[in-house]
């Protein structure tokens, strides 16, 4: 972790800093910002009440963003791969800044507000994004980054249950839907989706009143706070991708296996196909198929397999990288995702990571490793 | 015999010439919940300060190193079955495994209690 930390530069603190220690929080540096890593409870039981109960997470230090103007939505599909132009009124949508080689620049969430398109970037890219929409969108759409808000997310199954005590109208949306509610007074932009798999709310926020929502929030007998720790390992339970190790400006989306996101509409023979970078070669990936593929792999033994493990086939020869992995919590077991050769993609592929110079066998498995919780209505 | 400690966080008891290795409470503390550790094979040697064992978190690996030189003569099963030991009881049913020593005077070297507490608490 210490490679995100610049040495001469104060680390930021987000608006929740102060609650963080006051719970007792275990910080580290991530992406430039002071943040809890984990608090009293540690990562395996913050995970467990998470996927049980209801966690919160701060996530304040990821970049906001608000695009304005009519022909936002255009815009944006200059830079992604993603229909935003048919995107409803709060509805929300999972997308990718794309380079001219294929590579993803970064990943994002844009839902359509009544104001604009609400972005929300990761933190590591939000300078570079924020550079990027303003070279490319500006005339067209004014973008507006958004520091003076945070950011809070309440996971879990019962997440409705404790949201819904402030404000009885958020157990109205379904997955990646969102609305403006005032929660016990204090005004917010909600949407029902998250990062761990489960059911959940991300809840957008002044900075000068997120404490005060936090607090509200943890004052709910479901609640309890969760650090990146656990962040990290429900959301690779969940099957989903990391900014910077899982997917990086080396991996197409083909690659990726993340297709599910670009709409037919912008696919080869659809009617706004094309017409972001990296168009050219992700269309020839479609056609052709990509040499590798992102997967996720389960073993049946005990010993974690981290990101950077090689991976081989039964003859000892490299077929793949890990680049995510832990033994996951709730599954019990380690899973990983993984870069494989396409001929090792498919489903019950038997191969092995070596770890410490170890053979380990695993199994190239279906995605998400824990069911998903999602409510779809 | 008093308890040693070495500067890796390990703590080291000796009696009639065998030195039982485990992790600190500050090294649990530190680490997380403990779900995996690979330990050593009974009846290999070690030089002081090599890599013998790993110690895995949720969220990390660590490496556990042989705090003195010796041939490893037990390996803790119980730890291997329920990595959480480490966490709920590392100073006794948690511990790693035991060296028979090779040069006992190397224990001279690693520090005692007053010491131990006196680098935590400047960590």
Redesign the interface.
């Known amino acids: 972790m210490s490679a995100d930390q610049n040495l001469n530069t104060p680390l930021h603190k987000t608006p929740l800093h102060a609650l963080h220690l006051e719970l007792g929080a275990k910080m580290v540096p991530f992406a430039g910002y002071d943040m809890p890593v984990q608090y009293p409870a540690g990562v395996m039981a913050e995970h467990k009440h998470t996927r049980s109960k209801a966690g919160l997470f701060d996530v304040s230090h990821m970049g906001q963003v608000l695009l304005v103007g009519d022909d936002a939505a255009a815009a944006l599909e200059t830079l992604v791969p993603v229909d935003i132009v048919d995107l409803g009124l709060f509805k929300q949508r999972y997308a990718l800044f794309t380079a001219d080689d294929g590579g993803i620049l970064d990943d994002l969430m844009v839902a359509r507000r009544t104001d604009g398109l609400f972005v929300v970037v990761n933190a590591g890219c939000r300078d570079q994004d924020i550079a990027h929409m303003r070279k490319h969108l500006s005339g067209r759409c004014e973008v507006r980054p958004l520091p003076d808000q945070a950011l809070l997310a309440l996971q879990g199954p019962q997440a409705v249950t404790a949201l819904s005590r402030l404000n009885p109208g958020v157990a109205g949306l379904v997955f990646m839907t969102g609305g403006f509610f005032d929660l016990d007074g204090i005004p917010t932009f909600v949407t029902r989706s998250g990062y761990t798999g489960e059911d959940g709310y991300e809840i957008s926020v002044a900075a000068e009143r997120s404490v005060e929502l936090a607090r509200k929030l943890l004052a709910q007998p479901e609640v309890m706070p969760i650090g990146l720790g656990a962040r990290d390992s429900l959301r690779l339970e969940a099957g989903l991708c990391l900014y910077g190790h899982d997917i990086d400006t080396t991996t197409t989306p083909v690659e990726a296996s993340l297709t599910w996101a670009i709409q037919k509409v912008r696919r080869a023979g659809g009617a706004r196909a094309g017409g972001y970078p990296g168009a050219a070669v992700i269309d020839r990936q479609f056609a052709e198929g990509a040499a590798r593929k992102r997967v996720g792999l389960v073993s049946s033994e005990r010993m974690p397999v981290r990101e950077g493990a090689r991976l081989v086939n039964a003859d000892g020869q490299e077929i793949g990288v890990v680049t995510s992995g832990t033994l996951g919590p709730t599954v019990g077991k380690p899973v990983a995702l993984a870069y494989v050769q396409t001929p090792y993609a498919a489903l019950g592929t038997e191969l092995f990571a070596e770890v410490r110079g170890k053979r380990t066998p695993m199994t190239v498995s279906s995605t998400p490793f824990t069911p998903n919780g999602y409510f779809r209505g | 015999m008093s308890i040693k400690y070495t500067p890796d966080h390990e703590w080291v008891d000796t009696t009639d010439g065998i030195a039982t290795v485990g992790i600190t409470v500050h090294a649990q503390d530190a680490l997380?919940?403990v779900?995996?550790v690979?330990l050593p094979e009974v009846g290999k040697s070690f030089a002081a300060k090599e890599v013998a064992g790993?110690v895995?978190?949720?969220?990390a690996?660590a490496d556990v190193y042989a705090p003195v030189s010796g041939e490893i003569v037990e390996v803790n099963e119980a730890l291997r079955a329920d990595p959480s030991l480490a966490n709920t009881d590392p100073l006794k049913t948690g511990w790693f495994f035991k060296v028979k020593l090779s040069n006992p005077a190397e224990l001279d070297g690693l520090m005692d209690t007053t010491a131990y507490d006196e680098l935590v608490k400047n960590s």
């Open positions: 997380g919940d779900v995996f690979d790993v895995e978190s949720v969220k690996a």
